[in-house]
């Protein structure tokens, strides 16, 4: 849902489709590629073998991105310049 869902709902949020790597720093985005990198490499190293310590490091993966709060380094719309700018909050609490 991530990589289909998301750029759709981010354009008509924001303007731009995709705002992570390598077009910018939004860490939804990139956390996004992240998981879907990391299970892409599972998939790929699991097609002719079990390896099943690469899938639960994929899974380790996926909860250290959910982990890491929505809000963080996210995309924002500055209503001044009509921008997107990628914010940043100073002090994270992950509970």
Same mark, same amino acid.
């Given at each position: 849902?991530?990589?289909?869902?998301?750029?759709?709902?981010?354009?008509?949020?924001?303007? =731009?489709?995709w705002?992570?790597?390598?077009?910018?720093? +939004?860490?939804? +985005?990139? %956390?996004?590629?992240? =998981?879907?990198?990391?299970?892409?490499i =599972?998939?790929?190293?699991n097609? %002719?073998? +079990?390896?099943?310590a690469? =899938?639960?490091?994929?899974?380790?993966?996926?909860?250290?991105?959910?982990?890491?709060?929505?809000?963080?380094?996210?995309?924002?719309? +500055?209503?001044?310049?009509? %921008?997107?700018?990628?914010?940043?909050?100073?002090?994270?609490?992950?509970?």
């Amino acid at each position: 849902g991530g990589l289909i869902l998301g750029p759709i709902v981010q354009k008509f949020a924001f303007g =731009a489709y995709w705002t992570g790597f390598p077009f910018g720093y +939004d860490l939804t +985005d990139n %956390k996004t590629l992240i =998981a879907f990198a990391t299970w892409l490499i =599972a998939y790929l190293i699991n097609r %002719k073998n +079990d390896r099943p310590a690469i =899938a639960m490091f994929a899974a380790i993966v996926t909860i250290i991105v959910f982990s890491i709060p929505h809000s963080v380094w996210g995309s924002e719309l +500055d209503y001044e310049s009509g %921008k997107v700018v990628t914010g940043f909050i100073n002090s994270l609490i992950l509970f």
